[in-house]
């Protein structure tokens, strides 16, 4: 069973995509801050992290940048999932080490097929 690490600082979002991925039976860790994030990354070392962009503080592209840029946890692959849609967002997102992107709300069946891309399932 795969650990995922779900970083959002929305209540309903970290429930609805907990839900979804519980379902396919992922184990679930939440964090509600970039830092926090970033902290249990280290901590934890989940296999994979899902990634708002929008929060207080430190923001998604941010957090991602340190995760993927620090040599304990960069083999963490990083999905963004975030309501920011432009096609600059994406390049941005990628470019700051994420390995893919999805537009909230999140398809359960395009982010699950994503997961089990990069998880090598």
Sequence with gaps: MA???IV???PTEIHVL???LEKHGFSIATASSGEEGVD???VGKPDLIIMDVVM???NGFQAARQISSD???SDI???IVSTKDQETDKMWGLRQGAKDYVTKP??????????NSLLGV
Excluded at 107 to 115: A, F, G, Q, R, V
């Design 3 to 5: 650990n995922i690490l």
């Design 8 to 10: 959002d600082d929305s």
């Design 18 to 20: 907990t839900s979804m």
């Design 40 to 42: 249990k990354a280290k």
């Design 56 to 58: 207080p503080g430190m």
């Design 71 to 73: 040599s304990e946890t």
């Design 77 to 79: 692959p990083i999905i």
């Design 106 to 115: 999140a398809n359960e069946k395009e982010l699950i097929s994503k997961i």
